[in-house]
């Protein structure tokens, strides 16, 4: 599984950092939504191609201004 894309809310600390990550693995597109840092928790969504895969990551990004693309 290949890292893709990642995006930061830009806010530290363990209870307000959130991250979304795109991943790429044998064709399949996983979108990982992270809340609390590296120790949080995951909800994971899963892809038949990057555009659904990115759909899913413009939804999850609408909430705030703040979101900065990390890679």
Do not use: F, I
């Not at 893709?4 to 399949?28: M, P």
């Not at 909800?43 to 413009?58: G, H, I, M, S």
């Amino acid at each position: 599984m290949e890292r893709r894309k990642h995006w930061w809310n830009g806010t530290w600390g363990r209870l307000a950092r959130q991250d979304v990550y795109v991943y790429e693995d044998g064709g399949r597109w996983l979108v990982e939504a992270r809340e609390g840092g590296a120790e949080g928790r995951s909800r994971w969504y899963e892809y038949a191609d990057e555009d659904a895969a990115l759909e899913c990551v413009r939804g999850l990004l609408n909430d705030s201004p703040h979101w900065r693309q990390m890679s």
